[in-house]
């Protein structure tokens, strides 16, 4: 199994930057390929990115390209999402999750393990 607690939320100004982190537990951490969601209130959980256990391809929403940039450790077993030019519609609980599966990483089903949150809030 593996655990997974976010943190690096909270709030800024819109145009700003936060560097969202999510460690894991256990030591196949490598194993799993990242990603991050979010779900803003009233709205279905979103997948943000994404990072492939092996070859490391990075993949993003539409959204998140060219402002989000998705980064892992696995020395560290950490995952990191770092987020630039904030708006506020990026207001939202961000999820790190992890998938045995390569593949439909943009699919929040592919993915077995999930964190609880960290809430990130972008003021306009």
């Known amino acids: 199994q593996v655990q997974l607690v976010e943190s690096g939320g909270g709030l800024v100004q819109a145009g700003g930057s936060l560097r969202l982190v999510c460690a894991a537990s256990g030591r196949t951490f490598s194993r799993y390929s990242m990603g991050w969601f979010r779900q803003a209130p009233g709205k279905e959980r979103d997948f943000v990115a994404a990072?492939?256990?092996?070859?490391?391809?990075?993949y993003y929403a539409d959204s998140a390209k060219g402002r989000f940039t998705i980064s892992r450790d696995n020395v560290k077993n950490t995952v990191f999402l770092q987020m630039t030019s904030l708006k506020s519609e990026d207001t939202a609980a961000y999820y790190c999750?992890?998938?045995?599966?390569?593949?439909?990483?943009?699919?929040?089903?592919?993915?077995?393990?999930w964190g609880q949150g960290t809430q990130v809030n972008v003021s306009s």
């Open positions: 990072i492939n256990r092996g070859s490391g391809n990075t």
């Open positions: 999750a992890a998938a045995l599966d390569p593949y439909g990483l943009g699919d929040a089903s592919t993915y077995q393990y």
